[in-house]
C-alpha cells in the first residue's frame, strides 16, 4: 500500500530556511490524479495547511505563508518537497505530507486528505 | 478565507455513550466538509469525507450530517478506541482550513 515519511532537519536556526522532504512508496506519485500537502501542526494546537502541488507541478499556497513557501516534485525521486524560508519560532511544529484524494459525482469533486506521513517535528532554535 | 468553528471544544464522555460534535463554516461549503481523527502522537485519521461519507475501513458507529455552513459528527455508541481529537476540515476552497478541534475524554 502506498506509503508516506517525511525527512530533513530536525533543528532550524532563526532566519535560515527550513526544507523537508516526503518520500512516496508503495505506488507512482504520478499516478492518479491527486494533490500532494503539507499540513503542521505546532505542540497542543490546530492543523495549518501550508500548501499543495499536482503532479503537473501546478501549486496552491496558503496566503498566510505564500511569500515564504515553495513546493515542488520530483517524480524521478517519487518525492515532493516543502521549503519555508525566514523561519521564526512560531515555525515549530510538526509537519506533515499528505495526500489529497478526491470523490467525484455530477461535476463535483469532493477531496480530503486520505493518507498522511508520520509527521515531523522541526524546533526553529538558536 | 473560510473559517471552521468547532464545538464543543472539549467533551467527557463514557462507552456507550453517543456524541456528537459540531462544525461551522463561515461561509455557505455545500458538502465539501471531512472529519478526521487523531490520537496523541500520531497523524489524524479520515473519518469521513464529503460531509457524510464513510471512508473505508472506518466503523459504522460514526457519521457525518449536514450541509451548508452547519455540520455534524455523531459516534453512536463510544468505544474505548475513540477517545481522541477530532477535526472538521473544508474542502470548498483554498486555502484549505481545519476546526481548531474537539478533544472527546474519558468521564
Do not use: H
Not at chain 1, 14 to 35: A, E, F, H, K, N
Amino acid at each position: 500500500q502506498v506509503q508516506l515519511q517525511e525527512s530533513g532537519p530536525g533543528l532550524v536556526k532563526p532566519s535560515q530556511t527550513l526544507s523537508l522532504t516526503c518520500t512516496v512508496s508503495g505506488g507512482s506519485i504520478s499516478s492518479g490524479s491527486y494533490y500532494w500537502s503539507w499540513i503542521r501542526q505546532p505542540a497542543g494546537k490546530g492543523l495549518e495547511w501550508i500548501g499543495r502541488i499536482y503532479t503537473s507541478g501546478s501549486t496552491n499556497y496558503n496566503p498566510s505563508l505564500k511569500s515564504r513557501v515553495t513546493i515542488s516534485v520530483d517524480t524521478s525521486k517519487n518525492q515532493f518537497s516543502l521549503k519555508l524560508s525566514s523561519v521564526t519560532a512560531a515555525d515549530t511544529a510538526v509537519y506533515y505530507c499528505a495526500r489529497t484524494d478526491g470523490y467525484c459525482s455530477g461535476g463535483s469533486c469532493y477531496r480530503y486528505f486520505d493518507l498522511w506521513g508520520r509527521g515531523t517535528l522541526v524546533t526553529v532554535s538558536s | 478565507d473560510i473559517q471552521m468553528t468547532q464545538s464543543p471544544s472539549s467533551l467527557s464522555a463514557s462507552v456507550g455513550d453517543r456524541v456528537t460534535i459540531t462544525c461551522r463554516a463561515s461561509q455557505s461549503i455545500s458538502s465539501y466538509l471531512n472529519w478526521y481523527q487523531q490520537k496523541p502522537g500520531k497523524a489524524p485519521k479520515l473519518l469521513i469525507y464529503a460531509a457524510s461519507s464513510l471512508q473505508s475501513g472506518v466503523p459504522s458507529r460514526f457519521s457525518g450530517s449536514g450541509s451548508g455552513t452547519d455540520f455534524t459528527l455523531t459516534i453512536s455508541s463510544l468505544q474505548p478506541e475513540d477517545f481522541a481529537t477530532y477535526y472538521c476540515q473544508q474542502s470548498y476552497s483554498t486555502p484549505r482550513s481545519f476546526g481548531q478541534g474537539t478533544k472527546l475524554e474519558i468521564k
